[in-house]
C-alpha cells in the first residue's frame, strides 16, 4: 500500500516539508560514510530554510497551545482516560517549553557557526564543495565516521525543539481522522465536505499493486481525485477503470 497526504492549508503544507526533512536527517546521520554526511549537512540548511519564516515559531506555539486546550475540554469524560489525557497534555506542555525558550528562529544558533556557514555559501553551487574550494570541510569529511557523527548531533539539537513539536502535532493530526473504503468511478472520485468543519489533511492509501498514481486537488468545500497511470511514453494518463482506495479526512 502506497499513502498519499495531501494538505489544505499553508501551514500542514511546510509541516508536512519539515516532517520529510527531519525524517531524511535522522536516517543519514545514522549512517557512517561521509557522504551520507554530507547530505546530512545539506539537509540541515534545507530545514533552517523552510523553518526561517516569521512566523513559523509562533504558528507552531499556536498550535500546540490550541490542541493543549482541546484536550483540557475532555476532561471529566467517562470515555476518556485522564491518565493517558495527562500523559499527552505532558507532552505537549514540554514541547511548547523547549520550542519557546529558544530564542530567536529555529537555527539561528547555526547561523553564528563561519564554518558551516561557509559551506552553506557554496553547498547550492553544482560541485561548490570540492576540496579546492572548501579544504577544512574535505578535512571534517576525512575524520572517523563516531566524530561527525558527533558534530552532527551537536548541530541538530539546536533542531530538535522544533522537530519534537512538528512530529507530536501531525501525529494528532492524523489521528483525528477516520478511514473510509471509497470507489473512484472511471478514475474520477469527487466529495463535497461537510461545512462547519475545517480539514487540514487528506491521506490517502492505495494498493501499490494497481500502478495508479492519484492526482489530488482540494479546498474547504469539496475535495477531488482524478487517477493516473504512467505509460510508455513516460507522460501520466487518465485511468479509465473503478479503483477502490482509502480516504482519511483530518481535522
Known amino acids: 500500500m502506497i499513502l498519499y497526504e495531501y494538505p489544505f492549508n499553508e501551514r500542514i503544507r511546510t509541516y508536512l516539508r519539515l516532517e520529510?526533512?527531519?525524517?531524511?536527517?535522522?536516517?543519514?546521520?545514522?549512517?557512517?560514510?561521509?557522504?551520507?554526511?554530507?547530505?546530512?549537512?545539506?539537509?540541515?540548511?534545507?530545514?533552517?530554510?523552510?523553518?526561517?519564516?516569521?512566523?513559523?515559531?509562533?504558528?507552531?506555539?499556536?498550535?500546540?497551545?490550541?490542541?493543549?486546550?482541546?484536550?483540557?475540554?475532555?476532561?471529566?469524560?467517562?470515555?476518556?482516560?485522564?491518565?493517558?489525557?495527562?500523559?499527552?497534555?505532558?507532552?505537549?506542555?514540554?514541547?511548547?517549553?523547549?520550542?519557546?525558550?529558544?530564542?530567536?528562529?529555529?537555527?539561528?544558533?547555526?547561523?553564528?557557526?563561519?564554518?558551516?556557514?561557509?559551506?552553506?555559501?557554496?553547498?547550492?553551487?553544482?560541485?561548490?564543495?570540492?576540496?579546492?574550494?572548501?579544504?577544512?570541510?574535505?578535512?571534517?569529511?576525512?575524520?572517523?565516521?563516531?566524530?561527525?557523527?558527533?558534530?552532527?548531533?551537536?548541530?541538530?539539537?539546536?533542531?530538535g525543539p522544533l522537530a519534537e513539536s512538528i512530529v507530536l502535532l501531525m501525529k494528532m493530526l492524523r489521528d483525528s481522522g477516520s478511514a473510509q473504503k471509497v470507489i473512484a468511478i472511471g478514475g474520477q472520485f469527487q466529495q463535497t465536505l461537510p461545512q462547519g468543519r475545517t480539514f487540514q489533511l487528506l491521506r490517502l492509501r492505495m494498493d501499490a499493486g494497481l500502478g495508479l498514481i492519484p492526482e489530488i486537488s482540494g479546498n474547504r468545500l469539496m475535495l477531488s481525485v482524478r487517477l493516473m497511470r504512467l505509460g510508455e511514453d513516460d507522460r501520466l494518463h487518465p485511468a479509465p477503470e473503478d479503483a477502490a482506495f482509502e480516504l482519511t479526512l483530518c481535522a
Request: hydrophobic letters at 40%; aromatic letters at 8%.
Open 20 to 159: 520529510q526533512l527531519f525524517r531524511r536527517l535522522g536516517e543519514l546521520i545514522q549512517r557512517s560514510t561521509a557522504l551520507d554526511h554530507h547530505y546530512a549537512i545539506q539537509t540541515i540548511f534545507e530545514i533552517m530554510d523552510v523553518a526561517s519564516r516569521a512566523d513559523m515559531k509562533s504558528d507552531v506555539l499556536k498550535d500546540i497551545e490550541r490542541q493543549k486546550q482541546l484536550l483540557n475540554s475532555y476532561r471529566g469524560n467517562p470515555a476518556i482516560s485522564e491518565e493517558v489525557l495527562d500523559g499527552v497534555i505532558g507532552q505537549l506542555e514540554g514541547c511548547f517549553a523547549q520550542l519557546n525558550e529558544r530564542a530567536g528562529k529555529t537555527g539561528q544558533a547555526l547561523t553564528e557557526n563561519d564554518w558551516l556557514m561557509s559551506i552553506r555559501s557554496r553547498i547550492g553551487i553544482p560541485g561548490g564543495t570540492c576540496e579546492f574550494d572548501l579544504p577544512a570541510y574535505y578535512a571534517w569529511q576525512h575524520q572517523p565516521a563516531p566524530v561527525r557523527q558527533a558534530d552532527l548531533h551537536g548541530w541538530v539539537s539546536t533542531l
